[in-house]
T-cell receptor, first 109, second 113 residues
Framework: QKEVEQNSGPLSVPEGAIASLNCTYSDRGSQSFFWYRQYSGKSPELIMF????GDKEDGRFTAQLNKASQYVSLLIRDSQPSDSATYLC?????????FGTGTSLTVIP | EAQVTQNPRYLITVTGKKLTVTCSQN?????MSWYRQDPGLGLRQIYY???????DKGDVPEGYKVSRKEKRNFPLILESPSPNQTSLYFC????????????FGPGTRLTVT
């Protein structure tokens, strides 16, 4: 059984701070890694993807991948109240996608 | 507008009454997938389709069927729903499995009594 694990939180950060979200996965053959944001009552929305070891930046978001440690993270700089949501880590392995249970983030104004 | 649509959005039904949840995308995507989302269990893949007429089981396929006769449509069929299939269902699509970037439909809240 391929597993993707996230700390469920809740994670609370003050507005303007850096939020750090972490994810580990069990399958060393995993190929690609994704972060989705899900607002309450809404569908998941893709915000970042990363395929290679290292960092990938897109605006206020940075995804970090360490395949040796089987670890993926998402940093959100200058956190805003609108970033308050559940963040889902997803991994592509074989022909399927595997999701973590999500980390709930609250940004406090 | 590029989108994935699902119908119905909400459904309450009784045990054993066959139902179909439709999913359609207008982006000419090859890969389509169905997920269910349950508290504490996250999103779990039910079935997926690499392309027309190519479907395969995900992690939780029991009690579900799918078909992919056209590229844009990927219906989910529950032949004999049971209460343990009460869940929030999402359809998703991506340009290809290789690309991996999935776009999700709005979800279908299913209750089986």
């Amino acid at each position: 059984q391929k597993e993707v694990e996230q700390n469920s939180g809740p994670l609370s950060v003050p507005e303007g701070a850096i939020a750090s979200l972490n994810c580990t996965y069990s399958d060393r053959g995993s190929q690609s890694f994704f972060w989705y944001r899900q607002y309450s009552g809404k569908s998941p929305e893709l915000i970042m993807f990363i395929y290679s070891n290292g960092d990938k930046e897109d605006g206020r978001f940075t995804a970090q991948l360490n395949k040796a440690s089987q670890y993926v993270s998402l940093l959100i700089r200058d956190s805003q109240p609108s970033d308050s949501a559940t963040y889902l880590c997803a991994v592509k392995a074989g022909n399927q996608f595997y999701f973590g249970t999500g980390t709930s983030l609250t940004v406090i104004p | 507008e590029a989108q994935v649509t699902q119908n119905p959005r909400y459904l309450i039904t009784v045990t054993g009454k066959k139902l179909t949840v439709t999913c359609s995308q207008n982006m000419n995507h090859e890969y389509m997938s169905w997920y269910r989302q349950d508290p504490g269990l996250g999103l779990r893949q039910i079935y997926y389709s690499m392309n027309v007429e190519v479907t395969d089981k995900g992690d939780v396929p029991e009690g579900y069927k799918v078909s992919r006769k056209e590229k844009r449509n990927f219906p989910l069929i529950l032949e004999s729903p049971s209460p343990n299939q009460t869940s929030l269902y999402f359809c998703a699509s991506s340009l290809s499995f290789a690309s991996g970037e999935q776009y999700f439909g709005p979800g279908t809240r299913l209750t089986v009594t």
